[in-house]
């Protein structure tokens, strides 16, 4: 499937199926067939010191955008700065940047978005040399205002 082709209403059609608790059947390895709650579990953002889950990073945000979660995504990605952390390590920094600019052209009424997204642009050069320096260089692009 296209990138483009997948809607809103398909992302909450989706996430209501997989998540709406009901017992589905499935066969097990043994091949009996079983029903049970097929719902999904939270995945970290790291595996140890070095790993790091490259498909929560990458899946997460573009799920609740689509899905038009916003506090979802706001709290879960691109307000947490846990995730973007994992995020700046793990790949580099245009791929936070993209989720950012998403975010933004999805929700443009959301000034934390666009609050940050504005300091990561110019934070780029030093994220890209050291990835750790996100909070310090967020905290000094930052303005003091609630959002």
Sequence with gaps: MHKDQFSENDSK???????????????NAEGAVIQEDRYGTSQPFRFGEDGYNNRA?????????HAAHVDLLKKECLANVHFCVAKLHALPVEALLDDFTAAKAAFPGKPLITCILEALLLSRKGLQMDPVQFMPQLLGRLEDNEV
């Design 13 to 27: 059609i989706s996430f209501k199926v997989f998540y709406s608790r009901k017992k589905r059947p499935y066969t």
């Design 57 to 65: 990073l990458n899946n997460l945000p573009y799920h609740r955008l």
